[in-house]
């Protein structure tokens, strides 16, 4: 029914947002709602989510309306939340201690089983539930718990400096909130950047030109 | 030389990740480039850097390269990143302490100008150099320091809450960390979404389906 190779990354990037409106729809007991409906709640066109759903094979009857619990679990099935994957945080300032605070990470199919700094003065203390690892024992751990993504909240130079080692010891996918460019370097993984200062810059442009 | 109507949204959004480029050559004294270097060190098609820069009058000579320092600072006019537009932060929690803490919004156009909160054990401390308010003050305070933008680090049923006070205050801009969808409910404003958790089941998807 799902054939990756008809689905593109555009499309993909818009099934979490469905996914979010879906688990709202379900918490107040809605169970159908047609493209039109869902159209109007998410600002998008009706035609684009029938485009969307088609890619996966449809998700409902035309004229019927979609059965939200099924599309709801259709899309967890397609993103595989329930696969959970190990992942280690690498730097544990500000920006990490908000991420791990801030994402509820099972919930979105990740688990976080270790941290990591390279400041003495972190190294050993706790951020949240979490034990914060000296980056020193970053091999033998990754050796150990096998884990697969990495979340990078570190400055760009540290960033470039273990990517590398990080692909070596298994990392496959990386929550990239360095300014790192990982574009072309590396094959076989999979980069999520976000750019909170070029995001931030973006708005300041919009603010200013506001016909845009 | 510039047209703003030329210029679709999607190159402006390419724009800040120029500007960092930039910045780094200009660091390392190099003071010319052509497309094909910039497209190696960016990894983007030389094309589509030339197609971007012609958007906004071309900025240097066809087979000379550009004049990086002049490049730098055209982008960062359109950018208009030296008018700083004043800024509150709503939340003061893990989120928006490590927003405050993280973005350098000085040289990103922006300064903070108060921080709220509604919970009491937060109202009255420090979050870096800023004093949390109380969010009842908030009224009064934007009348008098007329702030422009929003970052929101609250949940979203206090986003929804909030943003049409927000607006008739004279917010035209929001830096949106909430899951509140600010889609066609209001015209005239400019939005900039975090949805940090969609980035992160995006990433799931991709590590599970590397030949993405």
Redesign the interface.
Known sequence: MFN?NDVS?SV??R???Y??FLDKLLKKDILKISSRELSEI???TASQIRQDFHCFGGFGQQGYGYNVKILHESIES????A?I?KSILIGAG??G???V?????KD???KIVGVFDKDPNLIGKNIGNYFIEDIKLLCEYCKKYKP??AILCIPQASAEKLSKTLIDLGI????NFS?Y?F??KFD?????N???????????????????
Request: hydrophobic residues 45%.
């Open positions: 990756k990354m993909i990037r099934l979490p947002r996914y979010r998410m600002g998008i397609i993103l595989n939340i696969s994957k500000n920006l201690r908000a991420i605070s801030y994402a509820n990470f979105k199919g990740f697969t993504v496959k996918g990386f929550w300014h460019d574009t072309k076989k993984i999979a980069v999520e976000v750019h909170l200062s070029d995001s931030l810059l973006t708005l300041g442009f919009q603010v200013d030109n506001l016909s845009y």
